[in-house]
């Protein structure tokens, strides 16, 4: 079997690929941090709209509609599992360099 971190996937955008922390970030924003009831979207093209709602510029083409249920899935999974927080913070902090200290002659 073959095993691969979260952290390694992203979503082909029409310009570049986005993390897929991103994109939970972005799902968990559209949902208020609430799952996401798949079956209630309904069927594949409402499913792509949705999507396009959080990532609007993703490659219609290389992303299929089951790609964008297994993200959704992972969501509810990971929400399920008590995971709310999907980007690294110390990643995305910006690092704050301090002044050096004056020296007191």
Known sequence: DKVI?????SIYTETDDVPLT???EAVKEK????????KA??????VREYFAEILPDFDRERVYTSDIKKLLTWYNLLL???ITEFADKEASAP???SAPESEEK
């Open 5 to 9: 971190s979260l952290g390694d996937i």
């Open 22 to 24: 991103d994109v939970l």
């Open 31 to 38: 949902n208020g941090g609430q799952p996401v009831d798949i």
């Open 41 to 46: 979207i309904g069927y594949d093209a409402a």
């Open 80 to 82: 399920e599992g008590g």
């Open 95 to 97: 690092e704050v360099e």
